[in-house]
C-alpha cells in the first residue's frame, strides 16, 4: 500500500488510469538493475527515481572524471575523482529519499554478472561497449529478465528492448560482435551532450512502460534518433531462434572476453613518472587513435591503436616492461587484456586513469608532446 506521503509525491501518476494507484504499487515493488552510471545512466536514474521506482542497483567502476561533466549530469566539479556508484546513489537519494539504492562498484563481468542479474526484475544497460552489451543480453536470457538498451554514438542514439515476453533478444538483432577496428568508440571520437539525456529518457521510458505492463513496449523493435536532422526512425527486426537461444552458459566467451577477469597490472601517473627518470625506463605504448597521439603524448611513446592492435604486436618487447595508456584507460585496459590472452605477454601495465591522469597530476606540459 502506499502512504499518505507517496501518494501526494506521485499524484500525477495517480490521475492517470493507466497507472493509478495499483501501477505505483507496482513501481514501488520494482527492482531494477542499471549497468553504467555515465552517460545514459544518469538520467536513467533520475527519471526512474523521481517515477518512485522501489529499489535500484546501480552497476559501475569508474570514478568522475573532469570530462563527463559535459553529459553526465548526476556530477558536478565537486565529484571529481569520488567513485560514480556512490555518487549517483546520493543523487538518487536526494531526489527521492523514499528509494532504496544497491552499489556495486565494479564492472560487470563474467564471474559476477549472474549474481547481479538475478537480483533484479529488470536490466537497463547503459554501458559503453560491446562486451558487456553481449553479456548482459546471455545473461538476461538464461535468467528470463527483460533487458532496455540504449546506446549513442557522436550525434545518433538507438533504443530498444530485448527478451521481453518471448520477444527478439539483442544476438536476433545483432548475431555477432563488431570487430575492434568496427567498434564505435565515444571515448575517441565524441558525443553531444545532450544526446545521453535524450536516449537515456527513452530507456527510462521504456522501462516503465515494461515494469507497469502498458503502452506497446520497444520489443521487436529499434528506435533511431538523429540529433543534427532531429529524424527518427524505428526499424522492426524479428526473432531469431538459433540467435535467442543463446545463454550465458552456451555462448562463444570471446564475444565479452574483455569482461573475463583477466588481472592486469597498473602503475599510477606518479609512479611512472619516476620510472620515466629511471636508468631503465619502460616501454610506453599509446593505443588511442592517430588524431589524438597527434594532440599530444608522452614522450617517446609507441602508437599502435586499439583498432589494429594486432598489426604490430610483433614489434612489442617480450620482457622489458611496457607501459599501455590510452586517455583515460580503459582501451588500454582491453588492449592489455587482448594482449595477454591471445598473445600470451606477460610483460604489461596500465597507466591508471590515461593521459588524462597523467596531465591532472601536474607533471607539466613538457613532458606530454
Known sequence: MLTSEERHIY???????EIGEAGQEKLKAARVLVVGAGGLGCPILQYLAAAGVGTLGIVDADKVDRSNLQRQILYGPADLGRPK?????RAVRRINPLVHTEVYGCRATLGNVRELV???DLVIDGSDNFPTRYLLNDACVLLGKPLVSGAIYKFEGQVSVFNYQGGPTYRCLFPQPPSAAEAPNCDATGVLGVLPGLVGTAQATEALKVLLGIGEVLSGRLWLFDALTFQTRTL???RRPEQAAITLDTANRTDYADLCGVPVRSVSAAELQAQLASAQPPFLL???EPHEYAAGH???ATLLPLSTLEKGVAT???QHPVVVYCRSGRRSTQAIERLQTEFGLANLINLEG?????EDAAMGDEVVR
Open 118 to 120: 538475478s537480483k533484479f
Open 85 to 89: 556508484a556512490e555518487t549517483a546513489a
Open 316 to 318: 612489442l618487447p617480450k
Open 354 to 358: 590515461g593521459i588524462l591522469a597523467w
Open 298 to 300: 608522452l614522450p617517446n
Open 236 to 238: 522492426k527486426f524479428a
Open 286 to 288: 599509446d593505443v588511442r
Open 11 to 17: 499524484r500525477r501518476h495517480l490521475q492517470l488510469p
